[in-house]
């Protein structure tokens, strides 16, 4: 059985194909748009030899059906790993953002019995659209930031 994340992702990223790497015992997918060549998400997996205890459990005991996702040893270390490739990619390959904070978490049998096993295979946090508030500028806000220039011209924020 293997565990995977995906990331949906913001870039000007671009390569022929969808391609996997198996890198410490992990193996990383660049998913791309067929049409344009555009990386649209990442995904990360390991393969979990003892699952079993870790696989989200559902209670139909009442009239309301229960889900009880528990958490998995892997999932912090992907998150982590995203959230590097993220910062390192925003430098080196136009990647803007990885939206890891609202990646889906999935599992991937890979015989017939892992298969049979299994209730939940996928499940993602839904994003809430942002609302952004407009802001009004006015003149002497617009000189009290440019008069700070000179106090804080050598910090650069990236």
Same mark, same amino acid.
């Given at each position: ?12 990223? !671009?390569?022929?194909?969808? !391609?996997?790497?198996?890198w410490e015992g992990y ?26 205890? &870790? ?11 229960? !889900? ?16 590097h490739l993220e910062s390192i990619g925003g430098y ?51 000189? &009290? ?6 106090? !804080? ?6």
């Amino acid at each position: 059985m293997r565990y995977q994340i995906t990331s949906a992702v913001e870039s000007d990223l !671009f390569v022929q194909g969808s !391609f996997a790497l198996d890198w410490e015992g992990y193996r990383i997918s660049l998913n791309v748009d067929n049409e344009s060549d555009r990386v649209v998400s990442i995904s990360v997996s390991v393969k979990l030899e003892n699952y079993k205890q &870790h696989l989200p459990v559902i209670d139909e005991s009442s009239n309301a059906i229960q !889900f009880e996702f528990k958490e998995n040893p892997f999932k912090l270390e992907i998150i982590r790993m995203l959230q590097h490739l993220e910062s390192i990619g925003g430098y080196v390959v136009n990647l803007r953002k990885l939206h890891w904070e609202y990646a889906s978490e999935e599992w991937l049998p890979e015989t017939k019995e892992e298969q049979e096993f299994l209730r939940v295979f996928k499940f993602e946090k839904v994003q809430a659209p942002k609302r952004i508030e407009p802001k009004t500028i006015t003149p002497e806000y617009l000189r &009290h930031i440019l008069d700070s220039y000179a106090k !804080f011209k050598d910090i650069v924020i990236p």
